[in-house]
């Protein structure tokens, strides 16, 4: 339960800042979770899932609010894609993922080789 619950307020806070104009939230969030989760694995996976979560919830408001396939075949067109709306929503995602998993995965490998530091000065 207690995973979960960190799960979720990670969640709220990542997307509340991508709600806000912080694009870059989901790497805070998946720092602090990695720092508190004990596995890396789990922590790694779920910061990645975090991030393309905290991602799709702004999209699919702007999806419900104005339509967002117009703009995103816009942007295909001036990233040379043609009228491919899908891609740059893809690439949107992928980077909101890539960013919490990349801030978890910071946190994990800074928490597992700094006891290690540590042990070797003493």
Known sequence: MRQTGIF???LIL???GVFLGAWWAPFPVGVAFGV???RGRTAISLGALIGLLAWILPLARVDVTYGIGPAAASIAGI???GRQGLL???LTLLVGALLG???AWLATAVRQVAPQS???VK
């Open 36 to 38: 508190v989760q004990g």
């Open 118 to 120: 540590i042990n070797r």
């Open 8 to 10: 979720v307020i990670g």
């Open 14 to 16: 990542a997307a509340a």
């Open 101 to 103: 998993l990349t801030g």
């Open 79 to 81: 990233m040379g894609f």
């Open 88 to 90: 740059p929503i893809v």
